[in-house]
């Protein structure tokens, strides 16, 4: 058999990726098949799940109502349709606010010395060798109404004598979006950083020699060349974002849910795991749309073969 | 107009090094540069050519003296307000537009009209034999081709100065000879001073008006490519430019543009033309191109003849090449083969007698540094 094996190039081929596809299939493939078969069935009174097959649990998330105030059969429940708009407005008003940020930054530190380059590499790196949750934590003491931010500014005011009310900032639509650029600015970062530091720097050279200022070698040439690390980037950003659940768990409050925090509470707190599973599943679709679409329009993010 | 295209009033540019130290890459450089000329700067790497042309582009600026452009001190303008473009050693093409795209930026960002852009473009893609291509991306095409829209996209704008930093470096041997002739081709057609960075002593020769060659941030000589080879003012140009056969020696005396000169190796004087500038008393270098030197089977001159013994030939085609032993040293000597014989005897032989005449008007006496 051994010989065998040595002798054919194609059996070889398939025993390579033998580790690969069982990892595959068991850690995806069948979770993901028992998710979608588990989606059709139903609660049972203790929790556990009733295999059947029913669209139920998919005409609830999208707010087909049969419960209705006016009297009518059927009518609109926008609760858990807010929770999809909600999360999709916020996973894009991130990955945005995050590209502004990283953009820049990454500009930075491509075109900085290549001396210090690194040490600026290290410090975008350093906050993810802390776990992510003590992070949001650290928010949470920064944002808190008696929290680091508000005794500063508190401290300040009486300095200078003006009167001071802390401000609410904990609980908010606004501590979340922060909670989000904080947690995926290096995700967006690390790309664009690779992309604008393969430009040769002949290329800005040729660029002014052509009769462009800085402004339009940015704009024609800077900018085309690094779009792959934002493409890179907003896949890298955009697909957590749109998951999570701890961010706006912990710097939400129960003001902001989101579709994450939707499949978690159907799981732990309401035992509804068939509600959590479709819950899921839509939340698979979105993102795959979007990132179909958007893919679809700027590619994968591949490089632009250089030279 | 002024007289000059390009003009480099007593230049320096030192860089800072990473450990805190400086580098003097251009050193009191001045050089003038007509309108329409070919010129060429030439010197090993590090001469500081590519930083004296990177100055006249204007990526970078000088620590003391000043850049002319058309008569105009260039003090820190930047590079896209002067009236010079640049054909870059990379290409720096830009990967992510068409040909017809690179070579319309420049048009682009003096806010030409659309239809003039179209019609300059062909023009410029025409002139570099890439009619056709326009759709094209660069990564799409050859070397050779990619380098012809570099040229193209630095000439669509008519500059007055074309700045060309060893364009041709990237190329094969065969390619690189094609585009040295049709560069002056082009050059000649577009009628615009072209300034030439090259290390290619052939290129420069072959192409250039005139040359100056560098060294150590230095200009050494300038001068047309005939000035350069045939009188080369010092030991360092004679040596860069072609090959010599040196001999070391003392100036006894001077008369009438020629030297004397007291060879110790020969225990003889030996007369040759004063190229640049000697002195009497002066260690000078003697020297002699191997096509220069006539092999004679007794002695032609009452001086300057001496007898060797052949060391070495070697049969390349066109010539043979030969070391004649004379004295401990070794000169080489270049004999065109003007008669075809297949007897192996018509090409001398290891170990052979012979004079070797080194006729004064042949024989240069130049400065040893």
Redesign the interface.
Known sequence: MLKRLRENKSSQGTLLITPTLIFMVGLLIIPLLLTLIISFGRRSADGNVIYTFGLHNYIRILGISTACEGGQSLCFDPLYANILRRSLALAFNSTVLVILLAYPLAYFIARAHP?RRNTFLFMVLVPLWTNFVIRVYAWMMLLRTQGVINSVLGWLAGLVGIPFAPFEMLYTPGAVLVGMVYEFLPFMILPIFTSLEKI?N??Y?????????PI?TFL??TL??SMPGVVAGTILVFIPVMGTFIVSDLLGGRQVILIGNLIQRQFLDARDPTFGSAASLILMAMTLIVTFFYTRKFGFGEE???? | MSEFAVELQDVVKRFPT?EGGEVLAVDHVTMQIKNGEFFSMLGSSGCGKTTSLRMV???EWPTSGEVYIEGIAQGHT???KRP???V?Q???????MTVFQNVA??LE??GAGKDEIKKRVARALEMVQLTGMDRRYP?QLSGGQQQRVALA??IV?TPDVLLLDEPLGALDLKLRKEMQLELKALQQKLGITFVYVTHDQEEALTMSDRIAVMSQGKVLQMGSPVEIYERPNCKFVADFIGTSNFLEGTVKSLEKGMANVFIPAFNTEIKGIVSGEVSVGETVAVSVRPEKIRLADKAVLNQNCFEGTIDLVTYIGSDTHLYVGLNGMKLKVWEQNKISSLDPTAYYTVGQKVWLALFPENTLVMASE
């Not at chain 1, 632009?304 to 030279?307: D, G, M, S």
């Not at chain 2, 990379?90 to 992510?96: D, G, K, N, R, W």
């Open positions: 001396k040769d002949s290329l050279e040729a660029a002014a020699d052509l009769g462009a200022n339009r024609r040439v085309p060349l632009i073969v250089a030279a | 990473p582009a204007g990526f930047p590079p896209f010079v473009n640049t870059f990379s290409y720096a093409l830009f990967q992510h930026f420049g960002m003096d990564r996209r630095a704008k």
